[in-house]
C-alpha cells in the first residue's frame, strides 16, 4: 500500500485550552484569610503536598500520587470534600497527581500487564497524530511521553520530507545534516528551522530525563507545529534540490553502501 507522507500541514488540538494542572476556579465571596486556618485543619495529613496561597483568591495547590489515573474532576471532588461546606465555592482548588521530583528514580520490579487481544494491523503514525498524543500526554501531566511523541512528530515529518525528495535519513547525524542544508539554503525559514530543531532536540533529551517543565512542554508542541508545517511549504514550494542536497554532503554519505543515507539511486 502507497502511503502519502507529506499532503497536508498539522495543527495542535484545542485541548491546549485545558489548564495543565486542572484548576478549578470558584466564586469568592468572603475574606480569604477567615479561610486559611479552616483549610490547614480539614486537609493537614491528607495528602503528600500541599500548598496554600494568599492569592485575591484562596488557592489550595495539592499533589499527592492518589491522584494518579484519576480523572481530574475527581480529583477536584476529592479535595473539595474535605472541606467545610461553606468555603467550598470560594476557593481555587489545583490539583496533581506528580510530586515536586517528576521523575521517580527509583529502582523497582516492573510487570508486564496483560495485553488485549491484538487487532489485525498496525495503523502507521502521522505528525499529527503524534503532536494529537503530545497534547494528550500534557493534558495527563505526562511529560516525558508528551515529550517523545513531540520528538517523534518532528522526527517523522523530517523523514516524510525526506523520503518523498528522493532520499531516507537512517539516523540523528543524517537528520542534522538535511536540517543544516534546509536552514542554509531557505533563508526566509532559517531561523524558524533553527529553533524549532533546537527544540524537537530538547524533547528528545526530555523523553529519558523527565525533569521538563510542564509549562516549558506546552511550548515546545508550538515548534513541533512550526517545524512541521516549515517542511510542508518547503516541499510544496518544489524548490528543494536532491541533487544539491547531494553536494552538500560529504562523500562518504552519498556512497550506495553508508551508514547514513538510503537513496533512490
Not at 11 to 23: E, P, T, W
Not at 51 to 62: A, G, N, Q, R, Y
Not at 152 to 172: E, Y
Not at 210 to 218: A, F, M, Q
Amino acid at each position: 500500500m502507497c502511503i502519502q507522507r507529506f499532503s497536508y500541514p498539522i495543527a495542535r488540538s484545542l485541548i491546549l485550552r485545558v489548564n495543565l494542572f486542572g484548576s478549578i476556579l470558584l466564586r469568592h465571596n468572603h475574606n480569604v484569610q477567615n479561610y486559611r486556618s479552616l483549610v490547614i485543619e480539614s486537609l493537614k495529613n491528607k495528602f503528600d503536598h500541599l500548598k496554600i496561597e494568599d492569592l485575591p483568591k484562596l488557592k489550595i495547590s495539592v499533589r499527592d500520587p492518589i491522584f494518579r489515573g484519576m480523572p481530574l474532576d475527581a480529583q477536584h471532588k476529592l479535595v473539595v470534600d474535605l472541606l467545610p461546606e461553606h468555603i467550598r465555592n470560594d476557593v481555587v482548588v489545583e490539583s496533581s497527581p506528580l510530586s515536586e521530583e517528576s521523575t521517580d528514580c527509583e529502582v523497582k520490579r516492573d510487570v508486564k500487564k496483560k495485553v488485549p487481544l491484538l487487532p489485525d494491523c498496525n495503523i502507521p503514525a502521522t505528525p499529527q497524530y503524534l503532536l494529537d498524543e503530545a497534547v494528550f500526554y500534557l493534558s495527563k501531566q505526562s511529560g516525558m511521553l508528551s515529550s517523545g511523541c513531540i520528538w517523534l512528530c518532528g522526527s517523522l515529518a523530517l523523514k516524510n520530507f525526506s523520503i518523498s525528495n528522493g532520499f531516507d535519513p537512517k539516523n540523528h547525524t543524517s537528520k542534522n545534516h538535511v536540517v543544516d542544508f534546509l536552514a542554509k539554503s531557505f533563508d526566509e525559514f532559517r531561523s524558524d528551522l533553527q529553533l524549532s530543531w533546537s527544540v524537537l532536540n530538547d524533547s528528545y533529551q526530555n523523553s529519558y530525563e523527565g525533569d521538563r517543565d510542564l509549562v516549558l512542554i506546552c511550548e515546545d508542541l508550538k515548534y513541533a507545529e512550526l517545524f512541521c508545517n516549515t517542511l510542508f511549504v518547503i516541499h510544496h514550494s518544489k524548490q528543494f534540490k536532491r541533487e544539491e542536497f547531494m553536494k552538500y554532503l560529504p562523500k562518504s554519505m552519498t556512497k550506495e553502501e553508508n551508514i547514513y543515507f538510503d537513496f533512490d539511486f
